[in-house]
């Protein structure tokens, strides 16, 4: 035969047990079926990222339609020392660096030595066709950064007409200046969701 005592202690436990899991399903319903606005919006912000999509700026043409100026695509190639250090092949990288960039070899392994540095640049704007040569080569702490960059067809001629854009593509002489509102394009975003 079973003792009351124990009956009463096994009643407790199981009373106590039914109490403490329906608090925590009562809890866990609230929290996923209950409104709570500042929760979903902070939960909608760490899976979304926007990324401002900067805008191509406007070409300029002569009266026959020959481009004067128009914006290219280069690539800023820059380095990260730390990656480049655990895989022991610097030599190797600043050799083909030094022959593709035309900068001296020195100037790298000076750049990979740096320590705690994750970026050095070294070089910037450099054209798409050597920076393509370089990203098939697949080497291991090199890194491209995609920036817009203003190309004059015509070189220095016109250029006092023309004028300039600085390096944050604001018109800063001649039609650059004068036309900046119509030039420069309006910005877009990518919104993606994680």
Do not use: C
């Not at 009956?7 to 436990?13: D, E, H, P, Q």
């Not at 960039?101 to 070294?122: H, K, W």
């Not at 960059?149 to 200046?177: C, D, K, W």
Request: net charge positive; hydrophobic share 40%; charged share 25%.
């Amino acid at each position: 035969m079973i003792e009351p005592a124990y009956k009463a202690r096994m009643g407790f436990i199981i009373l106590s047990g039914i109490l403490m899991l329906g608090g925590l399903g009562y809890r866990l319903a609230f929290l996923h079926l209950g409104p709570n606005q500042e929760r979903e919006e902070r939960i909608m912000s760490l899976r979304q990222s926007e990324r401002v999509i900067a805008a191509e700026r406007g070409r300029i043409l002569d009266r026959r339609g020959n481009t004067l100026a128009m914006d290219l695509i280069t690539q800023d190639v820059s380095i990260d020392p730390v990656v480049i250090q655990q895989r022991g092949h610097g030599d190797f990288i600043a050799a083909h660096l030094a022959r593709l960039l035309q900068v001296p070899p020195a100037m790298i392994q000076e750049r990979m030595t740096r320590e705690g540095r994750r970026y050095e640049l070294i070089k910037p704007r450099v054209h798409q066709d050597v920076a393509d040569q370089i990203s098939r080569m697949q080497l291991h702490g090199v890194n491209f950064t995609e920036v817009m960059t203003r190309f004059y067809t015509q070189g220095p001629l016109m250029s006092h007409v023309l004028g300039f854009t600085n390096l944050e593509g604001i018109g800063s002489a001649g039609i650059e200046q004068h036309l900046h509102s119509s030039l420069r394009g309006t910005p877009g975003w990518r919104v993606t969701e994680r």
